[in-house]
């Protein structure tokens, strides 16, 4: 029998309870109140920021009288700082008492990470009249930069980095970018069945709190994070990357959720998925929330379908049908994927961005092999799907 959802947070919270936590940006504690939005069956809760920071409070006395932060910087137009966050509390966060609530309507935002005082410094630095500031300990770089970062950084080059995003990876040595980058606290990696190699080092980053996988394979049990290496861990968020490494991790870090570790972890994939889904554009669809294991499978069908046929046409002498038939192609593919989407839509923003992505590959793929360009081809194709699609 399936375990029955829990009814409260894994670590106690009530409506109205004040939670403070410590801010790098602040350089300083802040505070939130819980709101009436404690929802089991999406595992979230309302979270109302307070227009507060200072030395580490110890009773909800000093607190008595502070309003809710309401934000005006950037798109903001001064509503509050009330967002649905995920209900695990942040395990260097601590509820320091309950005091009857400053706003009693529930908020429509969601997000998973708390950041708790992230927006206050935002708005303190708006106030100051600052509108570029970018944060110095931040570092977002593609597959390549990294690579030339761990290429030419000594260790300890980016001792000042804190927070590492990496996207686009073919292969990064967990080794050698801890070498490098020691001190993280947040660190984001990102690949295209790429490859992380040496990933038992990243036990060395005693001050890591938030760790995201993502697309990542090469790893196996052996590489698991530890918790007892990092303490400070309060978001381990892992999807599509190896079914050996994902069930050790989840094994590992399953008790921690209790301590104030939140896990995601979704796509453990087996080395079989990996080899067949190699060419596969449309990888990603499989274990989404909302895409169906029936959907996927028609949806690679359809695309392997589609893919054949523009390539058997583009392989053909060019004539004066050439557009027209590429263009019927296209309204075939949107009409294929319109009945798809049927009566209970799963097409968002992300899945037609993808469709169309993995059309423009196909044109791109022929252009590699035959060294033409195919501009007016790949027009009268993306027409096609214009003039039908309905997602």
């Not at 300990?137 to 030419?152: F, I, K, R, T, V």
């Amino acid at each position: 029998m399936p375990s029955a959802t829990p009814a409260v947070p894994p670590r106690p919270l009530e409506v109205g309870d004040i939670v403070i936590a410590p801010n790098d940006l602040l350089g300083e504690w802040t505070a939130a109140q819980i709101t009436a939005d404690i929802d089991p069956a999406w595992k979230k809760v309302g979270v109302l920021e307070l227009d507060w920071s200072g030395p580490e409070p110890d009773s909800v006395d000093v607190l008595r009288g502070t309003r809710p932060l309401r934000l005006t910087h950037h798109a903001w137009r001064g509503g509050l700082s009330h967002c649905n966050c995920d209900w695990v509390l942040p395990r260097s966060y601590r509820v320091i008492g309950n005091l009857p609530l400053l706003h009693d309507r529930r908020s429509n935002s969601y997000t998973s990470l708390w950041h708790l005082g992230d927006q206050l410094f935002h708005q303190r630095t708006w106030d100051r009249g600052v509108r570029d500031w970018s944060d110095p300990a931040a570092l977002e770089l593609s597959g390549p930069e990294l690579a030339d970062a761990l290429s030419a950084g000594s260790p300890g080059r980016g001792s000042d980095v804190r927070r590492l995003m990496a996207t686009g990876i073919k292969t990064v040595d967990a080794d050698r970018l801890v070498d490098v980058y020691p001190n993280l606290t947040s660190l984001t990696l990102g690949g295209n069945l790429g490859q992380l190699v040496n990933a038992a080092s990243l036990n060395r980053l005693s001050s890591l709190r938030e760790l995201s996988i993502n697309n990542l394979f090469g790893m196996s049990s052996a590489d698991c994070l530890l918790p007892d290496e990092t303490r400070a861990l309060e978001f381990l968020g892992l999807h599509s990357i190896p079914r050996e490494y994902a069930v050790a991790m989840r094994s590992r870090w399953r008790a921690e959720i209790a301590h104030g570790t939140s896990l995601e972890i979704t796509g453990a994939r087996k080395p079989e998925w990996v080899q067949e889904n190699l060419n596969n554009p449309l990888r990603d669809w499989d274990g989404r929330d909302h895409i169906s294991s029936a959907r996927f499978k028609k949806a690679v069908a359809q695309f392997k379908q589609t893919r054949r046929a523009i390539l058997a046409l583009l392989d053909e002498p060019d004539d004066a049908t050439r557009l027209g038939r590429l263009t019927q192609l296209g309204r075939d593919y949107g009409a294929a994927f319109n009945r798809l989407d049927g009566r209970s839509p799963f097409i968002e923003t992300e899945e037609r961005d993808e469709l169309y992505t993995a059309l423009e590959a196909v044109l791109d793929e022929s252009e590699q092999a035959t060294g033409r360009a195919l501009s007016t081809e790949r027009a009268a194709l993306l027409t096609g799907v214009d003039d039908v699609r309905e997602w």
